[in-house]
Structures are given as C-alpha cells and as structure tokens.
Nanobody
Framework: VQLVESGGGSVEPGRSLTLSCVVYGSTTKDTCRGWFRQVAGNRREAVATIDGLGDTLYPNSVVQERFSISQDKNTIYLHIKNLQDDDTANYVC??????????????????WGQGTQVTVSR
C-alpha cells in the first residue's frame, strides 16, 4: 500500500485548504485511514481518522471545529478552515488494513505517505 499526498503550500491565515491523499494498492474495504501532522522536532499528532464505513474520529472537539476528514474510494481528504499560524506542519496520511478498531494513535497505522507541507504565513 502506498499513499501520496498533495495540496499543501503556503497559505494566509484565515484561509481554507483541502489536502488529498491517494491510496494505491489497497486490497480491502476493511481499512482505517487518517491524517497526522508533524513539526520538525515534535511528535507526530493525529488530526483525524476515518474507517471504511465512513465513521470518523478526532483527537478532541477543538480540532473537529476546523478540520474535517472525508474519503471517496481511494482518496482521503482533509479540509481545513480558518488556518492559523500553528497549523504549519508536514501533513501526512496513513492507512491500516485490515483495520479492527478506528483510533487516532499513530502506532495503529502501518502505511505512511511522505507528507505535504502546509505553511501558514502572511
């Protein structure tokens, strides 16, 4: 399974952005997929995850206010609104298959993309 992200770039604060991740080589609908982000030197943190039934999980309600995950066949999307300076990070998508429990813990995910950089600046 390979994952390829796109959609990152330099964005002004307050703007919205949608990231995409295409999943190649998936052999089952029994999957969990997710978006994580990482700033150099910091731990990777979950943004949102989604399973094959479309159920979603966010690490907390604050994240859920501005981030939204969706999927269409083998593409995962992360919709971000009202971008803020501290949203600057490398956004990475991940997959776990077969998946038994939807989680936001990075160790539960087996396959990872390289990430797409989002930089929020004026």
């Amino acid at each position: 399974v390979q994952l390829v992200e796109s959609g990152g770039g330099s964005v002004e604060p307050g703007r919205s952005l949608t990231l995409s991740c295409v999943v190649y080589g998936s052999t089952t609908k029994d999957t969990c997929r997710g978006w994580f982000r990482q700033v150099a030197g910091n731990r990777r943190e979950a943004v949102a995850t989604i399973d094959g039934l479309g159920d979603t999980l966010y690490p907390n309600s604050v994240v859920q206010e501005r981030f939204s995950i969706s999927q269409d066949k083998n593409t995962i999307y992360l919709h971000i609104k009202n971008l803020q300076d501290d949203d600057t990070a490398n956004y990475v998508c991940a997959a776990d298959e077969p998946c038994t429990v939807l989680a936001t813990t990075p160790v539960r995910f087996t396959f990872w993309g390289q990430g797409t950089q989002v930089t929020v600046s004026r």
